[in-house]
């Protein structure tokens, strides 16, 4: 049996979730024998670094459970892609401290991270076991079926759409939200969730896995226009141009000839501008919202399978460590859609390390403006049960 | 007993609760023998001059209480200052189809269209009752304690702020957040229940009742992080300088030599800029995000007070309608605050009409940065109990 200290670090953009994977390591850890101290690293390897731990096994349950339904990592985040000097000073610690068990909650970078460390072991011939344990809203993670994290910040997307296409419908015109997701339009694509009912937005749905074509965008929010008299458009921050460049970066001006400056609204200033151009003359009421870190970290709105997965991932590690001492990521398998349910089971750190993935073709319509009933059915019970929505007209 | 016709209208920008006033007027409505028809005017007074109706009394209770629990106008809004012509027009739809009873639920400006057509009546000696419905996120209007609306507006700030405030602990730095209020800074003032101990954001509240400093501001920020390492502020997106100059439109340039455009992030681009300013060469992260319209329109967190005063000010203003046959807007007036007690009254209409209110100034501490303790025993119980906050460090 590997026997000695582990270290649990928190990594990346928090997510409304994350906290539950650290406290179901930490409760799960707390069981072990193998494991003979708990240390929390301040802000992921910057903490590791600098030796700058917090002793986990001191809280009572009732404070754990307290931060695990709290947004953003606990114990502090950091966005470091560590080069391999880095790495060694990590492992340095390790070895000054007897660690033996590293788990590390992050994305795709957090898990070479934790491979770049995991090789260095066994080429020193130090026992030591690293699990990566997966949490990010952009749900870009490869092998799993989904990411701890991305449901809960695709129900606040699927809620602020709700409301957003009912002020739509009492205020009409053309309201543009855009949604996180640089290189993924998950997180874009759960906007769909907002629809219950014919009419009902958003109308038009823009991901970074398709091309976007200012032109298209014009003529597909005026034939929205048409048929309902308003428009409520989803778009992610990420979209590309034809040439693969972020939209915002193409120089464009927008319609009052001023080059387009970044900014948090820039995106959605630049398609505002781009639909009144479409329009000319005729006076047409047009908003845009970027809808920001919310989406991240908005609290008492998780979705329930997101709380119970994330705490399942961190409880899960924890236990395939002690029981295999063999490094992975931790991964979703989802068994059955209706009722939902899903198991953990490991994967190769080498699998989700680095590369990311993307929206499948199939959840993408083909005019490229909206998704599938394959999507919905994919992302709908990871979101859970929205509020019924009442109209009069 | 005044005997006919009711119409009811929504106007201006829609609420998470203004569906609960329409629903509770509706239920009283249907009870009462002199109102012999409910009509709902489709966008408010637009819907009135164009005789576009729904009928009100065919609904399903369980329908109209699934529109009660819905975000934002359901009969649909509008945003129209009437002038006398307009005024005119309405009185003669009126007039046409024996209505005795009109019910505006809206702002100040709404007070004021409903005063006007009342006044039209007086003169006329057309027998006609005309009741205001109160409701607005920015809590602005005279007279009432507060107006339903708002708490709800000041519960997803104050959600908002919690979540955000734990995202900037994981990832430290500065972060801007603009909230809705041109002219009243009641819902930037909201953001302050999000802190729940000590070194909790948000660390600096600017509101539009006190000038705004940019010089000040740079100071404020760098005190603060000093202090904490990182800095939340809240900001109205209505903050004026010292000539009573929307910040915005002072023809500052930002930190990048460009003029500042209006747009969605303008206001949060330019503070950014001025807080790197502020520390020159020094990299500090900034961050801003504008909340834009989610804050009057996402579902499924409204306060519980909320709802169950704006379903009464609808209820009571039918009731005293049919009963004293007398125009006016409904108010609310605080009978206790712990435990929390509110009643309705009826007060003129020209003491609610056309004048806005503001925050008072033993709101706001002295130094124009942050609120007092009065202001949280004023806002905190309308706006409910929020999620408690777990921390490790």
């Known amino acids: 049996m590997l026997k000695g200290k582990m270290v649990i670090g928190q990594s990346g953009g928090p997510t409304t979730v994350i906290n539950q994977s650290l406290v179901g390591a930490i409760l799960a ?19 590791i670094m600098n030796e700058d731990f917090i002793d986990l096994t001191t809280q009572s349950v009732e404070q754990l459970e307290d931060v695990a339904n709290t947004p953003a990592a606990a114990l502090g985040s950091v966005r470091l892609k560590p080069g391999r000097a880095e790495c060694e000073k990590v492992f340095e610690v390790f070895k000054k401290h007897d660690v033996r068990y590293f788990f590390y909650i992050g994305g795709n970078d957090s898990a070479e991270t934790a491979h770049i460390i995991a090789e260095m072991a066994k080429q020193e011939n130090y026992d030591f076991c690293t699990v990566h344990i997966p949490k990010t809203i952009d749900n870009d993670l490869r092998v799993t079926d989904h990411c701890p ?13 709700m409301g957003d296409d009912r002020d739509n419908a009492a205020l009409s015109g053309v309201k543009i939200n855009v949604v996180m997701g640089r290189d993924a339009g998950f997180l874009t694509a759960a906007s769909a969730l907002a629809r219950q009912d014919e009419g009902q937005g958003p109308h038009l749905i823009y991901v970074p896995e398709k091309t976007f074509d200012v032109a298209k965008f014009q003529s597909d929010v005026k034939a929205v226009m048409a048929k309902y008299g308003r428009c409520v458009v ?31 609204g820039a995106l959605g200033d630049f398609l505002s501008g781009k639909v009144k151009e479409a ?61 939902y349910k899903s198991e953990c089971f490991i994967t190769p750190l080498s699998t989700v390390a680095r590369e990311a993935t993307e929206l499948k073709d199939e959840y993408i319509n083909e005019a490229g403006n909206d998704v599938t009933q394959a999507w919905l059915d994919y992302v709908s019970p990871l979101v859970g049960a929205l509020p019924k929505i009442g109209q009069l007209f």
Chains 1, 2 share one sequence.
């Open 29 to 47: 850890a707390r069981q072990q024998d193998a494991i003979t101290g708990i240390l929390g690293a301040h802000h992921g390897l910057a903490g």
């Open 279 to 339: 329009y000319g003359d005729e006076v047409v009421r047009v908003r845009a919202d970027t809808f920001g870190y919310l989406q991240r970290s908005f609290p008492s709105i998780v979705s329930e399978v997101d709380a119970q997965e994330a705490r399942m991932v961190g409880d899960f590690g924890v236990h395939h460590a002690v029981a295999n001492a063999e490094p992975g990521s931790v991964a979703i398998r989802r068994l059955s859609s209706s009722p």
């Open 149 to 161: 994290g991305f449901a809960s910040a695709a129900r606040f997307v699927a809620l602020a759409f």
């Open 234 to 264: 989803a778009v992610s921050e990420g979209i590309t141009d034809a040439e693969g460049q972020p939209v915002m970066t193409s120089g464009e001006r927008d319609s009052h000839g001023n080059l387009q400056l970044s900014g948090t």
